[in-house]
């Protein structure tokens, strides 16, 4: 079910059925299981479309006021651009995954994300679940290192694979992500892309799984006295997943750039292989790895890109010479 297909009314309307908002927040919901102070926090939709996680987040929200799950600490959850999941587009006026800022902007998103930054400041773990705009054969995480962010991916094992980067280096310049955001406060903060935007089973399999193992792992981190998951023992950790990074990012600075059909995120390209549609400027990869975030915008009857075009088209990712805490170890911050 795509999420142009998937109403998200009813699942809005049990979370908020449940009159437990954090802050004052519309379509969130908190719980303090009053044994431990940790507090873990639950994103889903911040882009609107992304709709997969939606019956996931409800549900475990659901299942904690009925009892049936219990979890000793706080746990808060929210959906983050509800009103573009009614209207199931990624947005309505700007991007709130980007928006995470002191600004004096109002469009919708920057109100909805001062709002969301009154859970998000007193989180000390936060998930945030999204799926991609393209097919991909699996679900994988994208973050920066840090040694307490390792620890959460072996711990929830989530994903076979891991695009990250260096500390502190931004997904994207100039803006503020919900995770960074979370981040810059010293905390930890990672985002699951689960699967292709659309409802699915398989999406909500997924996050239902990864809710739980956090809240599993919270409780024992609070028993033991223990900072992040990769600081003790008790619990299984996985293996750590593929580690990749991007090599390479294209920008969008022609209109008419387009790519050739296919590119679906980790799709493998070569050094030189010809990215383009044929008949627009040409595009080829530099170097070999794999596609990520490969663009397909609504175009205007001469082919340009619709504004507001994205700042990047496509991007390369290449595997990790070495494991990331050999890499990055030395610049991280916490």
Known sequence: MTASTFDPRPWFDRLTALGRPVSGVPLSAGFDGGVHDMHIVFGAMVHGNEVGPLPALVELAEAIASGTLRFGGRVSLFVGNPEAGLRGVRLLEADLNRVFVDSELDTLEHRRARMLRRILDRADVFIDFHQTNGPTPTAFYIFPWSEAGEGWVRALDAAPRWVTRAPGASFS?????????????????????????????????????????????????????????????????????????????????DPYFSMRPGLDNFAPVEAGELLSLPGTPALSSPLSGWMMMAKYPVRDEAGACVAPRPGEIYRVLQELPCPPAELYAVQDVR
């Open 173 to 253: 310049p100039g803006t503020c992500c919900a995770d960074e955001y979370v981040r810059n406060r010293g905390k930890v903060a990672l985002t699951v892309e689960v699967s292709q935007a659309g409802a699915s089973p398989g999406a909500a399999r997924l996050t239902r799984r990864t809710m739980e193992r956090a809240l599993q792992w919270c409780d024992h981190l609070a028993q033991h006295g223990m900072p992040h998951p990769g600081a003790t023992a008790g619990l299984p950790l996985a293996p750590l997943p593929q580690c990749l990074t991007t090599a390479f990012a294209q920008r969008f600075t």
